[in-house]
């Protein structure tokens, strides 16, 4: 049992300790006219008696819980002396004030519950024994006390009788009064327990609703709001505290007047919504999708107590959703074009075989000359957009290997020095923090998102002389490698950074917005991380994050792709 229902249990005993105390004392003082012999008694007894309610007011600020159970048995003992005394000096056997012994034992049975009740009737009945005895006797000499024992049991029947009738009264009154005390502690406890499991249900309750990631308030049947947890504070942009106790019609009418209809709805027509979607104005006066699902509360003799609303904010959702239908149509637009290119480009390598043997054979001048010259420019431009057109729609098939990424990166540099697109005043050069470093993924994707990354770079530079690094960071810690490809070029504008993976976007005159796309497409089959950080002439730096290769990281290969974000982002 807890230090708290001890104090209780107590504070309930104090009252009868004092109640005990004043009809002793009166007995004593004013029926006795305080006699000699029991002056110390009393005076030790009061300071008992004052000890105990001091200490019961000092319990709640120090821990004195053991030293109140010692004055309560010392008090005890005194009171039965105190109590002998009285029956001895008023009667003896015939003493009217026996029945002090049953207020002591009736006090201990509070505390001490059955056990301690039990020896405390035992004490009284030794104690109502020995007075008996020595009243009869006037000696504790020992042929006086044989003579007196013979005349309780063979002369004085009555006497016999009056001392076994109230030994039998205090220890039925223990027994009874200590079985009563340890029902009543026992039930005491079990509504403890109960009060206990009841307010931690209730704060657990409390806590679950509180936290609950979606929104959740409650109406009674007048409309008011009676609850409004933190995750409807943070959606709808009302406190808790200003909209408890309102009516909801009047709190939502400016900003979100269907909520408010819906929520009435079901009290005045009981129409609930298992699903439902709706737009609400935010703070900022934004446009926020909103899902609803309210049910109705009732009492168990089927009245109406209020209607309960769980909501949540749509817009991550809708942006998934319009994502995963845009990833949809652009699949299909992909695979269907990517047919169409297929076929288009058979003919395309016919009429430019055509054209330049053409234009090989014979002699053109002038405005003739120029026109020729253009058609073979054009049909080699489109033979671009058609390679690399296709070379988007197939990225979706990658494999996942083992691939030593420093050695990539050496064949990436080399093919960029014989790449035409690469402008001799740009330098290239490479950085790692390690000699070998294998990773997992496809080697001849990786090269070429590598590649067009590069490409991106020197074009940016638009003929100026530039520096483009290729650098590799292992985090062994993490089991990840971080390669970069940074340039000092003008940098990305930012209005333009989201658009910048966008199929068919681009800024350059003659670029076909594929090359950017494709590294983007490349990172979401792979799996791996893309960010972009990017200030405006202070270059921009693309940060690819691979995982280490080991064989369970290649069979796991299969999990959900790792996001890819596209946002700027400073390292």
Request: glycine share 6%; hydrophobic share 45%; proline share 3%.
């Given at each position: 049992?807890?230090?708290?229902h001890d104090?209780?249990?107590?504070?309930?005993?104090?009252?009868l300790?004092?109640?005990s105390?004043v009809?002793?004392?009166?007995v004593?003082v004013?029926?006795?006219?305080d006699?000699?012999?029991?002056?110390?008694?009393?005076?030790i007894?009061?300071i008992?008696?004052?000890?105990?309610?001091?200490?019961l007011?000092?319990?709640?600020?120090?821990?004195?819980?053991?030293?109140?159970?010692?004055?309560?048995g010392?008090q005890?003992?005194?009171?039965i002396?105190?109590?002998?005394?009285?029956?001895?000096?008023t009667?003896?056997?015939?003493?009217?004030f026996?029945?002090?012994f049953v207020?002591?034992?009736?006090?201990?049975?509070?505390?001490?519950?059955?056990?301690?009740?039990?020896?405390?009737?035992?004490?009284?009945?030794?104690?109502?024994?020995f007075?008996?005895?020595?009243?009869?006797?006037?000696?504790?000499d020992s042929?006086?006390?044989?003579?007196?024992?013979?005349?309780?049991?063979?002369t004085?029947?009555?006497v016999?009788?009056a001392?076994?009738?109230h030994?039998?009264?205090?220890?039925?009154?223990?027994?009874?009064?200590?079985?009563?005390?340890?029902r009543?502690?026992?039930q005491?406890?079990?509504?403890v327990?109960?009060?206990?499991?009841?307010?931690?249900?209730?704060l657990?309750?409390d806590?679950?609703?509180?936290?609950?990631?979606?929104?959740?308030?409650t109406?009674?049947?007048?409309?008011?709001i009676?609850?409004?947890n933190?995750a409807a504070e943070?959606?709808?942009?009302y406190?808790?505290?200003?909209v408890?106790?309102?009516?909801?019609?009047?709190?939502?009418?400016?900003?979100?007047?269907?909520?408010?209809?819906?929520?009435?709805?079901?009290?005045?027509?009981?129409?609930?919504?298992?699903?439902?979607?709706?737009?609400?104005?935010t703070?900022?006066?934004g446009i926020?999708p909103?899902?609803?699902?309210?049910s109705i509360?009732?009492?168990?003799?089927?009245?109406?107590?209020?209607?309960?609303?769980?909501f949540?904010?749509?817009?991550?959702?809708?942006?998934?959703?319009n994502?995963?239908?845009?990833?949809d149509?652009?699949?299909?637009?992909?695979?269907?074009?990517?047919s169409?290119?297929?076929?288009?480009?058979?003919?395309l390598?016919?009429?430019?075989?055509s054209v330049?043997?053409?234009?090989?054979?014979?002699q053109?001048?002038n405005?003739?000359a120029r026109?020729m010259?253009?058609?073979?420019?054009?049909?080699?431009?489109l033979?671009v957009?058609?390679?690399d057109?296709?070379?988007?729609?197939?990225?979706?098939?990658p494999?996942?290997?083992?691939?030593?990424?420093?050695?990539?990166v050496?064949?990436?540099r080399e093919?960029?020095r014989?790449?035409e697109g690469?402008?001799?005043?740009?330098?290239?050069?490479?950085e790692?923090n390690e000699?070998?470093?294998?990773v997992?993924?496809?080697e001849?994707?990786i090269?070429?998102?590598l590649?067009?990354?590069?490409?991106?770079?020197c074009?940016?530079?638009e003929?100026?002389?530039?520096?483009?690094l290729?650098?590799?960071r292992?985090?062994a810690?993490e089991?990840?490698?971080?390669?970069?490809?940074?340039?000092?070029?003008?940098?990305i504008?930012?209005?333009?950074?989201?658009?910048?993976?966008?199929?068919?976007?681009?800024?350059k005159?003659?670029?076909?917005g594929?090359?950017?796309?494709?590294?983007?497409r490349?990172?979401?089959a792979?799996k791996?991380k893309l960010?972009v950080?990017?200030?405006?002439?202070?270059?921009?730096?693309?940060?690819?994050?691979?995982?280490?290769?080991s064989?369970?990281?290649?069979e796991?290969a299969?999990?959900?792709?790792?996001a890819?974000?596209?946002?700027?982002?400073?390292f």
């Amino acid at each position: 049992m807890d230090s708290s229902h001890d104090s209780r249990r107590l504070g309930l005993f104090l009252p009868l300790r004092l109640a005990s105390y004043v009809i002793l004392m009166s007995v004593v003082v004013v029926w006795m006219d305080d006699p000699q012999y029991l002056r110390f008694q009393t005076i030790i007894y009061s300071i008992l008696t004052l000890a105990f309610a001091v200490s019961l007011g000092l319990e709640k600020k120090y821990p004195l819980k053991g030293v109140t159970y010692v004055l309560i048995g010392l008090q005890s003992l005194l009171e039965i002396s105190i109590e002998s005394g009285v029956i001895y000096a008023t009667g003896n056997v015939n003493s009217p004030f026996s029945a002090l012994f049953v207020l002591t034992i009736v006090s201990a049975a509070l505390v001490y519950r059955m056990v301690g009740t039990l020896v405390v009737a035992s004490l009284v009945s030794l104690a109502y024994a020995f007075i008996i005895w020595l009243g009869l006797t006037g000696s504790p000499d020992s042929e006086l006390s044989m003579q007196a024992l013979k005349t309780i049991f063979v002369t004085h029947e009555s006497v016999f009788y009056a001392i076994f009738l109230h030994i039998l009264i205090f220890y039925l009154t223990a027994f009874i009064s200590g079985y009563l005390a340890e029902r009543l502690n026992s039930q005491d406890r079990q509504l403890v327990d109960a009060s206990l499991a009841l307010k931690r249900a209730r704060l657990e309750t409390d806590d679950i609703l509180r936290h609950l990631n979606s929104g959740l308030l409650t109406i009674d049947s007048g409309g008011y709001i009676i609850y409004f947890n933190r995750a409807a504070e943070r959606i709808l942009g009302y406190s808790e505290e200003r909209v408890r106790g309102m009516p909801c019609s009047e709190v939502f009418a400016e900003r979100m007047p269907a909520l408010a209809e819906y929520l009435m709805s079901g009290i005045n027509s009981r129409v609930t919504y298992p699903r439902k979607e709706l737009e609400i104005v935010t703070e900022s006066q934004g446009i926020m999708p909103l899902g609803l699902s309210s049910s109705i509360l009732t009492e168990e003799s089927g009245g109406l107590r209020g209607v309960i609303a769980i909501f949540s904010d749509l817009t991550e959702a809708k942006r998934m959703e319009n994502k995963v239908r845009a990833n949809d149509r652009l699949a299909a637009v992909g695979e269907l074009s990517a047919s169409i290119a297929h076929e288009i480009r058979n003919p395309l390598a016919a009429i430019s075989g055509s054209v330049e043997v053409l234009n090989s054979e014979l002699q053109l001048s002038n405005e003739n000359a120029r026109l020729m010259e253009l058609i073979v420019k054009e049909s080699h431009r489109l033979n671009v957009i058609l390679s690399d057109f296709l070379s988007f729609a197939r990225v979706s098939r990658p494999g996942y290997n083992k691939v030593e990424l420093c050695h990539l990166v050496s064949d990436v540099r080399e093919l960029l020095r014989l790449h035409e697109g690469t402008p001799d005043n740009i330098e290239v050069s490479f950085e790692s923090n390690e000699s070998i470093v294998y990773v997992i993924g496809d080697e001849d994707h990786i090269k070429q998102m590598l590649v067009n990354l590069a490409l991106n770079s020197c074009e940016a530079f638009e003929g100026r002389p530039g520096k483009l690094l290729f650098g590799i960071r292992t985090n062994a810690a993490e089991g990840t490698v971080d390669l970069y490809i940074r340039d000092n070029g003008p940098g990305i504008d930012g209005k333009i950074m989201d658009k910048i993976f966008e199929p068919f976007y681009s800024t350059k005159k003659q670029g076909t917005g594929l090359g950017l796309a494709i590294v983007h497409r490349i990172c979401e089959a792979l799996k791996l991380k893309l960010q972009v950080d990017s200030h405006p002439d202070a270059g921009t730096t693309f940060w690819i994050q691979f995982l280490v290769y080991s064989q369970e990281r290649r069979e796991a290969a299969e999990a959900p792709p790792l996001a890819v974000e596209a946002a700027p982002t400073t390292f």
